[in-house]
């Protein structure tokens, strides 16, 4: 079984995110903002990753730009989920290491889709 | 709601008029269709509007009702696997049996709202982008002007080009338009779009070398099925190939064809000759 780190301050779209990964067959864990991610990634790192972008104490670009610096950190599949569409701020997001991106809002059909293209399924 | 009276009613101008096979469980679907419709033309419901379009005779009353019945639900790439085998395999092949100042010709019969002819456009230009590409012409067809103006526009909400394209992709060839996406000019450019019915002959679009036609025919009956399947085969080159949807497997109703990768990719077949 895959495993999936969802990383999202609302804990509803946590919850949705998990409902439908779960579905899809990932064993999911959760992280509320970048910082507690990066702690669960030192522990064990995912095979792949859910990442919302604006988060507190620490956003999901600064999270994803430090994780692929970590050992091991280059492994493991990031896709963002987040409300940012503008073509700028996604290229920003591929640039730093992102393999594919959800703009929100989303469903079980856009995540399969995407994570299809990503190769996790 | 629609009475079983008018369902039988609409089942039959919409098998008559393009081919559509309405069983009797999807009468709540043709009411929730035709809902809009009624609102437009001031009737409470679906149901007085099939009474008030059998009073006054009105043949694009008609058309409306059957445009609104056609199906619109698709993805960017969908079956993956498909586009795959016309990248590696379907297009280099028919490439390869021609000179190479020959145009490809290609039809999307059935394109709804525009993701399968885009896909191929997008598909045809990363193969000329890598070396491996022809000229190419295509060619889609619809029956439902409503999603034909859809698909000229090159429009697409944000949760349709979530479906199907990768986040690479939809960069490199959409622009952001407001909350739409519109694929790149030079793409659409390379699309024409026409309304065409699949129950009338297609020999004067022709002839094309490769004719994607997926998960149309599932919606016919067998007669119609046949029968269009011959009608494309009509439209196509002698070494032409059909791709049906994933789940599609109509070799056994016609000769026109034979199975070339796998059941729903077949060949035209050489000899077959259509029945004058």
Known sequence: MKSCLVVDDSRVIRKVARRILEDMSF???????????????????????????????????????????????????????????????ISEAIKAGADEYIMKPFDGDILHSKFSEAGLV | ??????????????????????????????????????????CACAGELISMIQRQGDDMLWHGVVDALVMSDTHFFRDRAQFRALSETIIPDLLRGR???????????????????????????????????????????????RLLDKAASGLFSQFEVQRGLSIRRLIAHFERVGEMWRIADRLRAAVRFETHNLLVDAAQLGPFDLVLCRNVLSSFGEADR??????IAAAMSEDGVLVLGAEEDYASLTGAFEPAHGACVMRRNAYWRRAA
């Open chain 2, 1 to 42: 709601m629609l009475t079983e009276a008018q369902f039988a009613i609409v089942a039959q101008e919409a098998k008559q008029r393009i081919g559509l096979a309405l069983t009797h469980e999807r009468l709540a679907f043709v009411d929730a269709r035709l809902t809009p419709l009624a609102r437009r033309e001031n």
């Open chain 2, 226 to 231: 046949r029968e269009t399947l011959e009608r």
């Open chain 2, 99 to 145: 000179p190479a100042h020959a145009r490809l010709r290609v039809w999307s019969a059935g394109c709804a709202a525009g993701q399968e002819p885009y896909s191929l456009a997008i598909l045809l230009e990363e193969m000329r982008e890598e070396g491996r590409g022809g000229l190419v012409d295509i060619l889609a067809t619809d029956i439902s002007s």
């Open chain 1, 27 to 89: 064993d999911i864990e959760e992280a509320a903002d970048g910082l507690e991610a990066l702690q669960a990634c030192r522990r064990s790192m995912p095979d792949a990753i859910l990442l919302d972008w604006q988060m507190p104490v620490m956003s999901g670009i600064d999270f994803l730009k430090t994780l692929r610096k970590e050992s091991g950190g280059d492994r493991p599949v990031v896709v963002f989920c987040t409300t940012e569409n503008d073509v700028a701020r």
